[in-house]
């Protein structure tokens, strides 16, 4: 049988999965914003240097943002394509501060300038990544977007992860692809998602939350899989019935 065949066929095995992911992804988002917060507050004890300082002020800021779009969400159904919009717009704003604040997190004096503040740090950015990841689903479902999302598992001072970000920076640069990095086995609260798709080891990919690829995956292969997953996606929209015209003598 044909694969598409195959794909109309298990329509409603495939409806079910997808009540199972938004499931998943609503535990996510709730457990994320759970650890976050709390994090959060032993971060408040200890506000020492103009980095953390600016650290902080990022964290703040993404955390607004991502409230934001949760209420901008609830509106997307009465606003349609402009709900829709601002949806695009705040998770495009989550996207930079994220940006920025792992450049921070990345310098060579991050650890030294952030002290005993930078795992915290570092895990309450992994958790808000998540939190956005999750979030961009609902953008996915709701409002047909089309760009690229990517989680990235990457370990430090690996050459495979590495050439697995240079390749990543390319589909970014070349089809808008939201991507999510985050380190491999890098603290136990934020191994909820490694184990829902099973990742073994990095470099590894999870490709709009479906296709996993647990090796260096080329830009051709990416390339390819992202089309496949679009003709797919577009020969499961149901052709609209045109309806029949009667003539009266």
Known sequence: MHALDCITCARPAEDQKKMVKRQLFF???ILAVCIAFALGILLGWSLSTSKL??????????????????????????????????ARQRVNELGDQL??????????????????NYDILKRQYHLLQIRTYTLNFRLTENCNSSS????????????????????????VNKHGAQVYALEFNYSQ????????????????????????????ATKEALENAIAAQKNVSTSQTPTPVQPELTHTD
């Not at 430090?156 to 390319?170: A, F, P, R, T, V």
């Open 27 to 29: 535990t996510a988002t």
């Open 148 to 171: 690229p999302v990517i989680l990235f598992y990457y370990t430090q001072h690996s050459k495979e992860s590495s050439e697995q970000g240079k390749i990543l920076d390319e589909l």
């Open 53 to 86: 300082s600016e650290a902080t002020k990022i964290l703040k800021n993404t955390e607004l943002n991502t409230e934001s779009f949760l209420l901008e969400q609830e509106l997307v159904k009465t606003l349609g394509p402009q709900g829709c919009d601002l």
């Open 99 to 116: 940006y920025h604040l792992g450049n921070l997190l990345s310098t060579n004096s991050a650890r030294h300038d952030l002290g005993v």
């Open 189 to 216: 609260d934020l191994r909820f998602l490694e184990e829902y798709y099973n990742i073994s080891r990095a470099p590894a990919l999870v490709l709009n939350y479906e296709m996993i690829f647990q090796t260096v």
